[in-house]
């Protein structure tokens, strides 16, 4: 069984038409910076990587690509006023993921499926 998360936010908003955005998604938690290239996420930082290279774009691009593939529709808030940063992120409308990808990612981040 899996676990609820989100007390059925996203059931709601797509139930409902709401759009939700995602709000510094690099961030692995409270202060505590991103999940790209950190040692607590080997697995998710391999499998960024490859697709990475695949597309030839940076994991950041990768990670939000996964974002924008979700079936809820998400908008990405980056809060960057980096350029670099910006042109990363903006790289993520032109990754193609196919499910099979959505989901190898969201297992290498440690979640499961039902």
Known sequence: MSINRDGDALDYCRLHDITIQAWSPLQSGFFK????????????????????????MTKAAIALAWILRHPAKMQVIIGSMNPQHIEEAAQAGKVNLSHHDWYELYLAAGKYLP
């Not at 996420?41 to 695949?54: G, I, M, S, Y």
């Open 33 to 56: 910076g991103t999940f790209l290239d950190n040692p607590k996420f080997p697995e998710l930082n391999t499998v960024l990587e490859k697709f990475a290279q695949r597309e030839g």
